[in-house]
């Protein structure tokens, strides 16, 4: 007698969060390299655009989680699949883009200082106050600050996409009629 049992993955707010980390990490590369390629300059709108891309991606993983379990997600696992997504989309995206500044695109670093520079000599910044700030400019462009950056930034930005997301999407489970 045999007995087959069929075994299927829960759906958890892990998993859910590494599916949609993923789909998110290739967006945002794919987003960035266009950026590059096109040589857009990575201003307010591309700013505007990266939050958006959260935006529609935790909709969407929030939707996956009730849609392929009970139908229900509390404020708390919305949380939970925002803070995943961050994580895993960040952790690809920065060493994406840690390999990309290093290896395809050396003078990525150079455009930033470079722009740096120029926004403060077209609004009349004295020449010592310029050299203060490409000290800090020249700091926070290195190859590890940005790698950093970018990985906090990122899970920063979907916990806060998560957070207020996860007031709208949560459909907690109903308490029983006694």
């Not at 960035?32 to 591309?46: E, R, S």
Request: hydrophobic share 50%; with cysteine; aromatic share 12%.
């Amino acid at each position: 007698m045999t007995q087959t049992t069929e075994t299927t993955s829960p759906t958890t707010t892990r998993s859910v969060g590494i599916r949609y980390g993923v789909i998110c990490a290739v967006i945002s590369i794919v987003y960035f390299v266009f950026l590059n390629v096109a040589g857009f300059d990575q201003a307010k709108f591309a700013q505007v655009v990266n939050w958006l891309i959260g935006i529609v991606i935790v909709i969407m993983a929030h939707k996956y989680f009730k849609d392929n379990g009970d139908g229900f997600i509390t404020y708390g696992q919305g949380v939970g699949i925002a803070f995943w997504i961050g994580l895993i989309c960040a952790a690809i995206a920065s060493v994406f883009s840690t390999i990309y500044i290093n290896f395809v695109d050396p003078e990525f670093v150079n455009r930033i200082r470079d722009k740096a520079m120029a926004d403060m000599e077209a609004k009349g910044t004295p020449e010592a106050q310029i050299d203060m700030a490409m000290k800090i400019v020249n700091t926070m462009t290195s190859p590890t600050a940005l790698f950093f950056f970018g990985l906090v930034f990122t899970i920063i930005m979907l916990l806060v996409i998560g957070l207020i997301l996860s007031i709208f999407t949560q459909k907690p489970r109903p308490e029983p009629a006694i």
